[in-house]
């Protein structure tokens, strides 16, 4: 995060066209006298004819005493505070927006501030707790956009002020701030249409409801983490459940995310970027006799095969949000590994004793890195272990149809990530209007910002593996497992027989056709990830993937 610090130069004898540069050291308030804790230091050069200048430290979020020298040590030292390095405004009523925010070390206080227009901020709240997290701002108008932003305080000293985010407060919106875990689902099946089905919901705050076969629940925090370092999926206390596919340097992605080519092979299409594609759905077989997951992997490359979608784009208010939701698999006898073992969703108990497709829709607000500081903000995964699709109720496999959107209602009030999951037995169930599964899963995103670029849908089927290191020749490696002739929009090895083609969200719904299509890619060649094209043209919505690593 960033610090606006006042340099007076006239503290070197009054001479401010002689300092050329300044070193800046900065320590965590408290930390001053502890040879061991961590110094950040910063240069910054200086071209000024008066005799104060302001100059823009980077520092990770938090309050810090800063010392600084040219030819010696300033007389004297500052504290200063980073900004509030994430704000999301939610609308919670008719005429309320709810303020969330992250944590700025040593902060003692924090005041929203908010207006009309975007950059002008002539309303101001009372001085909140230092721990406090969330403020709901009432009184305002219903319909009307406002902007919010948050600054921290120190005793007295306050931070510049967060990046910007807008809400529109409305009739029907979600009542986050209450906590009232009836309330919320009932808000967000109305919102999403779905009367029917299991349903789970992240909020602004992390705090995960559900309804899961009639049973209401809210838990804090959310079951179920993204491990920001290693690119995996985990439970709250630090279980390994699984890896994900990280995100490429073709999507904008920080550094330490460029590595996707090392997490296992995949099946990749994207959409162009002229187009302003906002979600995607389609149709997808999944045959029982043709995935298979070496059980040697739990231990190391955790293989895990994925059918998803994924859209990523610039955010209202700064940031690039990447958004992820589809289905993965888990064999049996795999749980969450803790304590160097596979255990079930309670510590000590056993894993499941079925293989399993698990839904689940991951969301992730980038931000762009300073003098290695990690600024991401990484929302926790909208999934739970207590809702699968078993592949041992399945005799021929699963048609499972998989709808991710942003919320395409007028101006992205609600402000919200959709992931739609139904499936059905194959040859087994015959009602179209009634699936063998439904779920439903809604987390919170920024709008797009439409001036910064489009936003882009991809699909991928992929194996996902963990702990393949960057340096690694290939980039995966050959453990047995496979995920054979998934069909996108074809029941394939059975029969030729057509299922709802892929479809995207671009002004309408609309077939993912070549004139839609951008980047299509198989990582890392024939050999491993083999693609059958019915037609050439159909690559982007029909067509039969195998992923084989044996």
């Known amino acids: 995060m960033t610090s606006l610090e006042r340099l007076r130069l006239g503290d070197w004898g009054g001479h401010p066209s002689r300092v050329i540069s300044v070193e800046f ?9 502890n040879p061991d804790a961590p110094v950040y230091v910063q240069t910054v050069g200086i071209v000024a004819s008066s005799a104060e200048v302001d100059v823009e430290l980077t520092l990770p979020a938090g309050a810090y005493t800063v010392q600084a020298k040219a030819s010696h040590w300033l007389r004297g030292e500052d504290v200063v505070l980073t900004s509030v390095p994430w704000i999301f405004a ?6 309320k927006v709810t303020v969330y925010w992250d944590e700025v070390p040593g902060a003692t206080g924090y005041r929203v501030r908010w207006g009309t227009a975007s950059g002008v901020y002539p309303n101001v709240s009372s001085v909140q707790s230092g ?14 956009e406002y902007y ?8 007295g000293v306050w931070s510049a002020p967060s990046e910007e985010d807008s809400a529109v407060p409305h009739v029907g919106a979600i009542p986050w701030d209450t906590g009232d875990a009836a309330s919320i689902l009932r808000a967000v099946r109305s919102l999403t249409g779905n009367d029917y089905g299991d349903i789970s919901v992240l909020s602004p705050d992390g705090v995960y409801y559900s309804s899961i076969g009639g049973v209401v629940q809210s838990e804090s925090p959310a079951p179920l983490q993204y491990n920001t370092a290693q690119g995996v999926v985990e439970t709250s206390d630090g279980g390994l459940l699984m890896p994900l596919q990280m995100e490429d340097k073709g999507e904008g992605i920080s550094s330490i995310l460029q590595q996707r080519d090392h997490t296992g092979p995949y099946r990749r299409i994207r959409t162009d970027s002229e187009h302003p594609c906002i979600g995607a759905r389609g149709n997808f077989f999944l045959p029982q006799w043709y995935v298979f997951v070496s059980g040697d992997t739990h231990a190391n490359t955790r293989d895990t095969p994925h059918v998803y979608f994924g859209i990523a784009y610039d955010a209202a208010g700064g940031g690039r949000v990447d ?4 289905i993965s698999y888990h064999p049996r006898g795999r749980g969450v590994r803790r304590n160097g073992r596979e255990e079930g969703k309670d510590p000590g108990s056993p894993p499941p004793s079925y293989a399993r497709w698990m839904p689940y829709m991951r969301i992730r607000i980038e931000k762009p890195r300073k003098q290695g500081t990690d600024t991401d903000k990484y929302i926790p995964v909208v999934g739970t272990t207590r809702s699968d699709l078993s592949w041992d109720m399945v005799q021929y496999g699963y048609v499972v149809d998989i709808n991710l959107r942003i919320n395409s209602e007028a101006r992205f009030r609600e402000k919200s990530a959709v992931l739609e999951i139904k499936a059905w037995r194959y040859l087994i169930d015959t009602d179209p209007d009634s699936p063998y599964y439904q779920h ?13 670029g489009n936003p882009r849908v991809r699909r991928v089927i992929s194996m996902a593996q963990n702990g393949i290191p960057k340096d690694d020749q290939d980039g995966w490696r050959r453990t047995g497992s496979f995920a054979r002739y998934i069909g996108v929009g074809y029941v394939s090895r059975i029969t030729l027989e057509e299922l709802n083609e892929v479809q995207v969200f671009c002004n309408g719904w609309q077939q993912w056709t070549p004139s839609f299509g951008g980047d299509v890619r198989v990582f890392p060649n024939e050999q491993v990830v083999k693609v059958e094209d019915f037609l ?11 992923v084989d690593l044996r």
């Open 440 to 452: 439903t899963f809604v987390g919170v995103a920024k709008v797009p910002d439409f001036t910064r």
């Open 131 to 144: 721990d406090a997290r969330m403020l709901s701002v009432t009184g305002l108008t219903s319909e009307q």
């Open 323 to 326: 958004i992820e939701g589809g």
């Open 148 to 155: 919010f932003v948050v600054e921290a305080e120190r005793n």
């Open 90 to 95: 939610a609308p919670t009523g008719a005429n």
């Open 536 to 546: 050439p043209i159909e690559q982007y919505f029909r067509e039969v993937v195998t």
């Open 25 to 33: 050291r900065a320590k965590a308030v408290g930390t001053e006298s």
